[in-house]
């Protein structure tokens, strides 16, 4: 077993207090946690070993969340704590997130000793057929002095590119017995490159004067890769895409910008028709969210044809790069922003939102959207903000939005984290706000608060159905109205109301400007 | 295909259609749903056909906690509505506690249509996967021709005794295509009685002398069967005991009583020293609810003989009746009750809400108990109040006690529902606190606010660690303090906070003679 030098010669170590030590060791010094009866010898291990900055969730789903919008921020993956396989379940959500983002995210559920799991006690479930849809790499740990070298394992899947949730599952007695032994970390599993031959393969194709689509995700939406993209568009006439929902985006003026498929099918279709061939760089082929009767899954025509630069796991940027040199493309200027519109005033609205966004938002601000059906302006309307993150919810899975807020400002502490949330997804992991107030984040928690599942009213109408009061109560959230205000108070988070576009922007400046989080239930 | 009346000669239904009429063919006219896109058609057929009573929930597991709350208390199925793999997700938790509970529920999820679900969009997962380990019987519906045979299937697989969850698929295309047909209710498969010569060796065993323990649970946890397990033990010395958590127990004033497990190992060992047989009787055999390093997981002696009346899914009522007769016990008296204490004043301690519990509790009221570490002398400490139910956290999944309450107080509208919550658990699934306002359910909620995971640090004394600020960190969640009177407030739940046993009293008092929810935070 290869130790280093975390663990001094001679010295006894549990495996906890081993799981820790190689934690550190391997660079991951953040836990978001839900602790539970299993676990709480990793507990006492956290508390002697010092190094590891613990965030306590009130639900897993904050949990789980938080650590991906952590990774999303530092690059780098966050530890979760959960408690066994219903602690795991209430995380799961949130992990489909992440799958779908491409996350590194070390996931350890405590769980029975080994040899109580086969009597089958109440907490007892299936642990690791949970686990695993949302994972690339999981393992039930066995022995205390195997969990070090488990751990390192972990965080070298989840690193590997394009990165993923790696699920290490912890059962009590690894954690108590004696003998644990600190694991040196593994050497990462960095992006391959791209070979020559597909860079060429690619550059033949936009030179064919086909009208070409070039889809972007992962990280080919960092800066400097988007900056390539653009020398390749500029150079072939080809048009730049991203998928409707990203894990990060790096945009805002003195960026270059790059529109997301709609999310309506027949709006994709419309936008994408005379399309013939599509390229995929770390993107799968875009695909409507749900089907619809008599309609293409697909929006782009049904004979294009579909090409890859890249898989998702190679090295986006450097593909880019070499494929803008390739074609001989030149370096393009960032066109010129246009100064914002200022403050918008008067009746709420989501461009109104947007303008006003446009005009407030910090330098640096990490964006969180899940703001479902109102924002449909908010990422168009911001193009020339001040330069910021965007993310968003990959996985569909709603209730993404305030714990990745929680996250991101974990990860860069420096920055203001703007979270617009929509309110039926925002109950989803309400809990979100206590952690912000306990650990004083800098997050401002923009609810837009329509008081229904507009998107479910819009989608009801689609399938043809004029809706009656059944229907309509089950998309209605406004009896009774959520009061967001008393919610926040309620967990520690001070909030106000705005009802009008000049409320919103006075308050929002206001947010901004202060330390710690601050909630403003702007009502739509 | 067999059809039954509910379908005309000649009418055309979709599937959905003929899933919401085979619904209510067979008896299940109730649905906790949290609909998304997926249900659209679904949500447009219940609106269509009158019939189910529609409960929205804010989070899916408000919607899986309410519907075993329901079945426990209506003793038979509701249905859900859940939205796509990460739906189900968030719901199983709860559905672990069915699970544990034994609740027929029959668990419908939303997923993309059958087409769709290659093309792995966003929100695909693995939805069978995930949902198969907490159900008895899971099915993907494939055709509109047959959901309704598939439906029919799931609530008869669901109330096989001794009930259980029966997950059913709805891809969203076998919910919109034509061609739906309603099916006949499938034949209860109910609970095969046990052998005569099961019988004829349970009273061999009971007559030997040795010191015997029936473990009772489930359905003998009623009020005859209970009354027989009492003329067995008058007739045979054996000792009568229940698992720690059971998801019914008739109890109270004029009902015998029988005690539990305790949760502690070593207390229950104890208090089981000395047993030389057990006998169970719809139950497994007792383990504690976590290992302890160095400590048994069986609370009875290792060496004592574990014997079978009578497994979960047989008739248990029956088996304990002719137990007794075979053994030629009669019947014996329900011991007098003591008349309760009155209200107790002062200090607020786990005994004195037992004591005015005991005096206070509406006749007939279903009591939700999730209250963790405070709530020892509730149970014990309740003996003598007036005939209720007793509902528990049957699998540990925290966040069960609101969700539950929810359930039982739409299957029983003319009986109080007294929720005993802990704080912690309860913030899991507060978003059920919006479902009592909106159903203006007749609840009343006793949140106990010790403001930590006091269980947790009875837990981390227990392995023998002096708690150091990271550890008594993560298992205080008293920074901030959450504000539950705030809370409710949020979500349309009147409340107020007591912090003496007297204005506890006045507060419990009037809220179980209002109509509508009400919440008590008790400062404990």
Redesign the interface.
């Known amino acids: 077993m290869q130790t280093n030098q975390s663990q001094q010669p001679g010295q006894t170590l549990n495996g906890a207090e081993s799981l820790v030590k190689t934690l550190l060791a391997c660079g991951v010094d953040t836990c978001f946690?839900n602790?539970?009866?299993?676990e709480?010898?990793f507990?006492?291990a956290?508390?002697?070993i010092p190094g590891?900055r613990?965030v306590?969730g009130?639900?897993e789903?904050v949990v789980t969340g938080a650590a991906d919008g952590y990774a999303r921020m530092a690059d780098k993956p966050a530890a979760t704590l959960l408690h066994?396989?219903?602690?795991l379940?209430?995380g799961?959500?949130n992990l489909?997130?992440a799958r779908?983002a491409q996350t590194p995210i070390v996931n350890i559920i405590g769980d029975?000793?080994t040899?109580?799991r086969p009597?089958?006690?109440?907490?007892t479930?299936?642990t690791e057929?949970?686990a695993?849809?949302?994972s690339v790499w999981t393992r039930t740990a066995q022995r205390a002095d195997q969990v070090g070298a488990d751990a390192a394992a972990a965080v070298q899947a989840a690193c590997a590119a394009p990165g993923g949730v790696a699920s290490l599952i912890l059962p009590?007695?690894v954690c108590?017995d004696e003998g644990g032994q600190v694991a040196a970390p593994l050497p990462p599993l960095s992006a391959p490159k791209v070979s020559p031959d597909a860079i060429e393969q690619a550059a033949r194709w936009l030179r064919s004067g086909q009208p070409t689509l070039l889809v972007l995700a992962g990280t080919a939406l960092r800066e400097a890769p988007l900056a390539d993209a653009h020398r390749i568009a500029a150079a072939t006439d080809a048009r730049l895409i991203t998928p409707m929902?990203n894990a990060r985006v790096s945009r805002g003026r003195g960026r270059f910008a790059v529109e997301r498929v709609p999310y309506s099918g027949d709006a994709a279709r419309a936008r994408l028709a005379g399309i013939r061939q599509v390229i995929l760089v770390g993107a799968?082929p875009p695909?409507?969210?749900?089907?619809y009767?008599g309609k293409s899954?697909r929006p782009y025509p049904e004979d294009a044809q579909v090409h890859v630069l890249a898989r998702p796991e190679q090295d986006l940027a450097d593909a880019l790069a070499r494929l803008a040199d390739a074609l001989g493309a030149p370096a393009v200027p960032v066109p010129d922003a246009v100064a914002p519109a200022g403050i918008a005033k008067g009746a709420v609205t989501s461009e109104a939102v947007a303008q006003t966004l446009s005009a407030l938002l910090p330098e640096q601000a990490v964006v969180v959207e899940e703001s479902v059906s109102f924002g449909r302006a908010f990422y168009p309307g911001t193009v020339h903000a001040a330069p910021h993150d965007w993310l968003q919810l990959?996985?569909?899975?709603i209730?993404a939005g305030l714990p990745l807020a929680v996250g991101a400002a974990v990860a860069v502490p420096d920055r203001r984290v703007v979270a617009l949330q929509a309110d039926?997804s925002g109950?989803?992991t309400?809990?979100s706000l206590?952690t912000m107030?306990?650990e004083q984040l800098d997050v401002t928690v923009v609810v837009l608060a329509n008081r229904k599942y507009a998107?479910?009213l819009g989608?009801?109408a689609?399938?043809g159905?004029n809706?009656?009061?059944?229907?309509l109560?089950?998309?209605d959230?406004g009896?009774?109205?959520?009061?967001?205000?008393?919610?926040a108070?309620?967990?520690?988070v001070e909030g106000a109301r705005a009802v009008d576009m000049e409320s919103f922007a006075d308050l929002f400046a206001m947010a901004n400007k202060r330390k710690g989080p601050f909630l403003i239930e702007l009502v739509i």
Request: charged content about 15%; aromatic content about 10%; proline content about 9%.
């Open positions: 946690a602790p539970g009866t299993s709480m010898h507990v006492a956290l508390d002697r590891m613990c306590l009130l639900f789903g066994c396989g219903p602690g379940a209430n799961l959500a489909h997130n779908r029975q000793a040899y109580h009597l089958d006690a109440p907490l479930a299936d057929g949970w695993r849809p949302v009590s007695d108590w929902s799968p695909v409507t969210f749900f089907a009767p899954p990959t996985g569909g899975a209730g039926g109950m989803y309400v809990q206590w107030a306990r998107i479910l989608e009801l689609g399938v159905a809706p009656g009061k059944t229907a109560d089950m998309l959230i009896n009774p109205d959520l009061d967001w205000v008393k919610l108070a309620g967990m520690g």
